[in-house]
């Protein structure tokens, strides 16, 4: 009887007579920044940026972002003319296509880098963060942000079945990596609460649970450049015999 009432049912699914059960299929992504869940801390970091960005003079801006489907996240800083390039297969796509290790702008172009996860999935991070060095202007800002390794959410991907993602320096270790390349880092603020959605905005509280996400923002220094005063050419002198001999005394 059971199975008399049920499989006429499940034929008519299967013609198309009854609208298909709908159902929650959770598909693991390779790059975890397309995800949905993440956009509303990625949100947050842009917002966090483009304050800090308004207080620089008008000039060019540079976002690298881990995934092209960031690059539909709105990024509102009216005095700079912002380049976006997305991390793609291991090598940077959008406006142009390049490597990250060897950036195709001149040294000082632009007020602003922001390094949005793109050191997720880049491999040689060294060479890309002193790229992003020599591409900064000084007195620019040069802004950083990565995943926390300890966050729940992070954990939960990796143990989960998503793997581990790509390596990439801690806020303590990309500090260091930046300041050998000459830069002063300014400040970090952590992002999120245990979850992406939970919180997206700036942790308040030392004690506050492990954020999904930090970013640091720095400053390159000044080259200061001192003219060196000429010194006045000394004009040789030969070397003269004495004019006077020293006397011989006789002793008696």
């Known amino acids: 009887m059971w199975l008399r009432l049920h499989y006429p049912h499940a034929e ?12 929650q299929v959770i598909a693991a992504a390779d790059n975890p920044f397309a995800l949905d869940e993440i956009e509303d801390v990625l949100r947050a970091e842009l917002a966090c940026v483009a304050r800090r960005a308004a207080k620089l003079p008008g000039g060019r801006a540079l976002l690298l972002q881990a995934h092209a489907r960031n690059a539909s996240l709105v990024f509102s800083c009216p005095m700079l003319r912002v380049s976006r390039l997305h991390v793609d297969d291991g090598s940077l796509a959008g406006e142009l296509r ?38 900064l202007a000084p007195g620019g800002v040069l802004a950083w942000s990565g995943l926390n390794a300890w966050c729940p959410w992070y954990l939960r991907r990796r143990w989960g079945g998503n793997g581990p993602l790509p390596h990439a320096p801690s806020a303590r270790q990309a500090a260091r990596l930046l300041g050998r390349d000459g830069v002063v880092v300014e400040q970090t603020v952590r992002l999120g609460g245990s979850w992406p ?19 640091l923002s720095a400053v390159k220094k000044h080259v200061a450049v001192t003219p060196l005063r000429a010194l006045p050419a000394r004009a040789r002198m030969p070397v003269r015999p004495t004019l006077v001999a020293p006397s011989q005394r006789s002793v008696a």
């Open 12 to 23: 008519a699914v299967h013609s198309g007579a009854f609208p298909p059960v709908p159902c």
């Open 98 to 135: 390049c490597t990250a290790d060897a950036l195709p702008f001149e040294d000082d172009a632009f007020r602003l880098v922001f390094v949005q996860h793109a050191g997720h999935a880049t491999l040689d991070v060294e060479r890309m963060a002193a790229e992003c060095v020599r591409v």
């Open 197 to 215: 959605r939970r919180d997206p905005q700036p942790a308040r509280s030392a004690f506050a649970p492990a954020p999904v996400t930090w970013l």
